[in-house]
């Protein structure tokens, strides 16, 4: 599953035949974008991940990584289509991904950049009053930037934050992945984002987070991107440290490929749903299977050849309807009520 992480920071790419370069025009997201991901299992990597590969001509060896179902996608809304962006000023667009949604601010002056300017969760909420730049634009191998940012947070109490970000492309060179791909003209950004959390002039904890991208010109979203977690609270004994990594759904499979339906062939109803919905097909295929998976990742129902499906089990919430056919899969998200 995709781990929910206290900020969500997000970097792009972009593509120029010698060097690769990202740039607002073409890789900052938009209303309506969708970036479709498996979580990767790591466990092959026993002494750790060649993430000290930096500089040109770099070569970073991935081939052990394995896909993890189901696919998880993150969505990319206008402000003005999520009534929430409201509580965050200057947000232009949106990121929703799975129970997080993070808030960004699109800029031209003085530099073209994207910020951060909140991020919202069911238990927790930043709202920056000094955003962060999360990416100044163009970046190519060498760039580097470095930006403060402040605001509050609401979690089990209130309180303020302040911190930095510090954003470098500190690789470039091929990147070797499962299934044969071999990847040249690959661009590695690093970004660290640090934040003190303050209430009534106690400090409560800082957070840490080292995130590495990995951006081909092929697409608009990284095709690799792994992600540490470090937070240290005073409310616990000891510090936690954390790690996941995630590949792109175009470069990393489960199983044997397989045949992607097209999602206008597909039809769930009613949406939202109380206790049953039925699964519409318009291209003649036949069902053979359905998977439904929570918005952690986990696979709450299996069932087999029925097109009519009983989710009254099933808690509030959105869910991820798999539906196998003898034609392809197709994925269509659900909402119980």
């Known amino acids: 599953m995709k781990k929910i992480t206290f900020c969500c920071f997000i970097i792009f790419s972009c593509s120029v035949y010698s060097q690769i370069s990202l740039t607002q025009s073409f890789n900052e997201p938009k209303g309506g974008d969708l970036e479709?991901?498996?979580?990767?299992?790591?466990?092959?990597?026993?002494?750790?991940?060649?993430?000290?590969?930096?500089?040109?001509?770099?070569?970073?060896?991935?081939?052990?990584?394995?896909?993890?179902?189901?696919?998880?996608?993150?969505?990319?809304?206008?402000?003005?289509?999520?009534?929430?962006?409201?509580?965050?000023?200057?947000?232009?667009?949106?990121?929703?991904?799975?129970?997080?949604?993070?808030?960004?601010?699109?800029?031209?002056?003085p530099t073209t950049q994207t910020e951060i300017v909140g991020v919202k969760s069911s238990t927790m909420s930043l709202n920056f009053t000094n955003s962060g730049i999360v990416a100044k634009y163009p970046i190519t191998f060498g760039s580097t930037s470095t930006d403060n940012m402040s605001g509050t947070f609401t979690f089990s109490v209130n309180g303020t934050c302040s911190g930095n970000i510090t954003t470098t492309a500190d690789g470039q060179g091929t990147l070797n992945l499962p299934g044969g791909y071999s990847l040249t003209n690959v661009l590695r950004v690093k970004s660290v984002q640090t934040l003190t959390l303050t209430a009534l002039i106690i400090q409560l904890g800082v957070l840490k987070q080292t995130i590495y991208n990995y951006y081909h010109?092929?697409?608009?979203?990284?095709?690799?991107?792994?992600?540490?977690?470090?937070?240290?609270?005073?409310?616990?004994?000891?510090?936690?440290?954390?790690?996941?990594?995630?590949?792109?759904?175009?470069?990393?499979?489960?199983?044997?490929?397989?045949?992607?339906?097209?999602?206008?062939?597909?039809?769930?109803?009613?949406?939202?749903?109380?206790?049953?919905?039925?699964?519409?097909?318009?291209?003649?295929?036949?069902?053979?299977?359905?998977?439904?998976?929570?918005?952690?990742?986990?696979?709450?129902?299996?069932?087999?050849?029925?097109?009519?499906?009983?989710?009254?089990?099933?808690?509030?919430?959105?869910?991820?309807?798999?539906?196998?056919?003898?034609?392809?899969?197709?994925?269509?998200?659900?909402?119980?009520?």
Do not use: M
Not at 47 to 76: H, M, Q, R
Not at 290 to 297: E, P, S, T
């Open 36 to 109: 479709s991901t498996f979580t990767l299992d790591t466990s092959a990597y026993a002494s750790g991940l060649p993430l000290n590969v930096t500089g040109n001509n770099a070569v970073w060896n991935f081939t052990n990584l394995k896909a993890l179902d189901p696919i998880i996608d993150n969505y990319y809304l206008s402000a003005s289509s999520e009534t929430s962006s409201a509580s965050f000023p200057g947000c232009t667009f949106v990121q929703e991904s799975g129970v997080a949604y993070s808030y960004f601010k699109s800029t031209t002056t």
């Open 217 to 337: 010109a092929s697409q608009k979203f990284p095709v690799l991107s792994i992600n540490y977690t470090y937070l240290s609270s005073a409310l616990t004994s000891s510090p936690s440290l954390s790690g996941y990594a995630t590949g792109s759904a175009n470069y990393f499979i489960t199983g044997l490929k397989e045949n992607t339906l097209e999602n206008s062939t597909i039809s769930l109803y009613p949406n939202p749903s109380h206790t049953n919905f039925t699964i519409g097909l318009s291209n003649e295929s036949i069902l053979k299977e359905i998977k439904i998976y929570n918005q952690l990742g986990e696979l709450v129902l299996n069932g087999a050849q029925a097109s009519n499906i009983d989710v009254s089990g099933l808690t509030k919430g959105i869910y991820l309807v798999e539906i196998y056919t003898d034609k392809g899969v197709g994925r269509k998200k659900i909402i119980k009520e």
